[in-house]
Nanobody, 114 residues
Framework: QVQLVESGGGLVQAGGSLRLSCAVSGIIFGISPMGWYRQAPGKQRELVAT???????NYADFVKGRFAISRDNAKNTVYLQMNSLKPEDTAVYYC????????WGQGAQVTVYS
């Protein structure tokens, strides 16, 4: 059974930082591209960042220079370090794995207040 479990969300003041984690089981994590997506109320889910199995990263323009995606293949975990958070970053953040098909986590709420 494939599981993606996000953690690390919460409430933070604008300008602050949070780190999201996504622990993965049930797939061969080391060869699976991973990504973080987010969905704000009333909006479509959007790409935040992706990381390939060798570690090549890609970011949405609105997080470049503020967020960093990384992975620890020994721990089957992908991270999203979020710095300089803005109220518009408020959303549910989802982890996604690309394996035999796409798998999603349950989401982690991030709320940024000004």
């Amino acid at each position: 059974q494939v599981q993606l479990v996000e953690s690390g969300g919460g409430l933070v003041q604008a300008g602050g930082s949070l780190r999201l984690s996504c622990a993965v089981s049930g797939i061969i994590f080391g060869i699976s591209p991973m990504g973080w997506y987010r969905q704000a109320p009333g909006k479509q889910r959007e790409l935040v960042a992706t990381i390939s199995s060798p570690g090549r990263t890609n970011y949405a323009d609105f997080v470049k220079g503020r967020f960093a995606i990384s992975r620890d293949n020994a721990k089957n975990t992908v991270y999203l370090q979020m710095n300089s958070l803005k109220p518009e970053d408020t959303a549910v953040y989802y982890c996604r794995a690309e394996a035999i098909r796409r798998y999603w986590g349950q989401g982690a709420q991030v709320t940024v207040y000004s």
